[in-house]
Nanobody
């Protein structure tokens, strides 16, 4: 069973900073991309940032220059450093990862196809 567990959300004043963490756990063979999405009330879920296993990053336009994504491959953890938070940044932030899980079979451990996993979400609120 693979799980993504997020932490680090909360309330911050405009211009402040928050750091989100997301740890993947369970029977994991490999993780390709990890990333963060967000969804505000009444809006579609949108990409915030993503990072591949070899460090290639991609950012949504609204957060470029303010947010930084990083990753610890040894710990299967992805981080999102959010600086200069704005009133338009509040949302539920979801961790996402493309994971090949490890399954036990009669032939021994077997790597399953990559599958999209999601965390439960963490609330980020920006308010003075």
């Amino acid at each position: 069973q693979v799980q993504l567990v997020e932490s680090g959300g909360g309330l911050v004043q405009p211009g402040g900073s928050l750091r989100l963490s997301c740890a993947a756990s369970g029977s994991i063979f490999s993780i390709y991309a990890m990333g963060w999405y967000r969804q505000a009330p009444g809006k579609q879920r949108e990409l915030v940032a993503s990072i591949t296993s070899d460090g290639n990053t991609n950012y949504g336009d609204p957060v470029k220059g303010r947010f930084t994504i990083s990753r610890d491959n040894a710990e299967n953890t992805v981080f999102l450093q959010m600086n200069s938070l704005k009133p338009e940044d509040p949302a539920v932030y979801y961790c996402n990862a493309d994971i090949s899980a490890l399954a036990q079979s009669g032939w021994g451990p077997t790597a399953l196809p990559y599958y999209d996993y999601w965390g439960q979400g963490t609330q980020v609120t920006v308010s003075s």
